[in-house]
């Protein structure tokens, strides 16, 4: 048996928090009316459904009729995306994204490029950051949309979408971001950044798995996805999921009420991790920005060393991280982000990406570190290609 469990891939989910839960309960078995009838228990169910709008409309400083609830992060980015470009096909076909997007704005796209829609992927530098003027350069009178995502998922990296936004508002184009990873973590105002549709998932920030909401701007005509009832305006069809809603609102108003000490605990512990690991273990590169990037974010490559075996390595001390995104990490091909920045495939094979939580610790950092050193030494001293690097060395 363990002696100890850490967690370490809050990137890929969070624990509901135990005060989200109990403000969830009652709407499972109490307040169980549908919040589309007209009698006393449903209408308990629709007050519930209009206070988890004001929440997130608070958070985002938009307006309550502007925030549409959905299945997750996934479906939001689709409805943002496909909604958006078929319902504008007389003014274009185009839309401009980046190469190191989520796979559900990756995926939305191919499916576009295949209805005959025409999309451009941006490059990202080094560290994951886009070039405003090569964004520029992209746009076309067909422009319809840009999606950019405000946080990357693997590495980490915040792009600077204040300037996206100016940007795509000052050339009339519409700006969507999958800011999924991003909320709780960044202080976000869809007025001031210019933002017309944002996409989130509540399970990201300490509220249930399968339930997210998707920001659009009053006056942007969008079409649905799903076919059915008319439930959120016309826009999301399918009996709303009352419970996993009033966790999202629960959510998103806490992590915000505790914002500051929040990300102050996360940067602090993704600090020291990085530090102690540049020091301990050689041959190591930090990808993503160094300081642009996500307060519990720490992602690294290990030459010499596959990154399925460290995962597995580090199950067996009970610590529970992860090689890429949660979507992907069953692939044996090396993260599309990573060779995006740049690393070779060797190279981003072998790579870990922590991502701390509320709970952690700094002892949790000193237990993550010790057990890395170890591990990835014992790796290496398997690797033929290690062995010749130290020969090299010892000449």
């Given amino acids: 048996m363990l002696n100890k469990e850490i967690y370490l891939d809050h990137a890929a989910t969070t624990a509901v928090d135990k005060r989200v839960l109990n403000e969830m309960l009652p709407y499972f078995s109490e307040n169980y009316g549908n919040a589309s009838s007209v009698y006393g228990i449903a209408r308990k169910s629709k007050q519930a459904l209009d206070e988890a709008r004001e929440r997130v409309a608070k958070v985002l400083n938009s307006k309550p009729e502007e925030i549409y609830f959905t299945a997750g992060g996934s479906e939001s980015d689709n409805l943002a995306i496909k909604g958006i470009m078929h319902a504008n096909k007389r003014k274009g076909n185009h839309l401009i994204t980046t190469k190191i997007e989520h796979p559900a704005v990756l995926n939305t796209c191919k499916k576009l490029e295949k209805e005959g829609y025409e999309v451009t992927y941006l490059n990202v530098d080094k560290d994951g950051l886009i070039s405003i ?123 915000y009420d505790e914002f500051d000490s929040y990300n102050a605990h996360l940067i602090k512990l993704r600090d020291l991790y990085i530090k102690k690991v540049e020091e301990k273990i050689p041959y190591v590169k930090l990808n993503g920005h160094r300081t642009q990037r996500l307060p519990g974010n720490a992602n690294f490559s290990f030459e010499f060393i596959e990154g399925e075996s460290l995962l ?81 060395n010892n000449k």
């Fill in 133 to 255: 003027q090569e964004l520029e350069n992209a746009i076309r009178p067909t422009t319809v949309l840009i999606s950019i995502m405000f946080a990357n998922n693997e590495i980490g990296t915040i792009q600077d979408i204040e300037e996206i936004g100016k940007l795509a508002r000052s050339k009339g184009v519409l700006f969507h971001t999958d800011a999924v990873q991003a909320i709780g973590n960044v202080r976000i105002d869809v007025e001031k950044m210019n933002i017309d549709a944002l996409s989130l998932s509540a399970h990201k920030f300490y509220g249930p798995k399968g339930v997210g909401a998707l920001y659009v701007r009053k006056g942007i005509i969008f079409h649905s996805v799903i076919d059915g009832g008319h439930q959120e305006k016309g826009k999301r069809a399918g009996t709303e999921n009352v419970a996993g809603i009033v966790g999202l609102g629960k959510a998103i108003e806490l992590i």
């Fill in 312 to 392: 597995l390595m580090l199950d067996i001390k009970g610590i529970y991280a992860s090689s890429g995104s949660a979507c992907t990490s069953g692939s044996l091909d090396p993260s599309h982000v990573l060779l995006a920045i740049g690393l070779k495939h060797e190279i981003a094979h072998g790579s870990l990406r922590t991502t701390f939580g509320r709970d952690n610790t700094v002892q949790d950092v000193d237990y993550v570190v010790d057990n890395l050193v170890q591990i990835v030494d014992r790796l290496r001293q398997m690797s033929p290609l290690y062995e010749e690097v130290l020969k090299q």
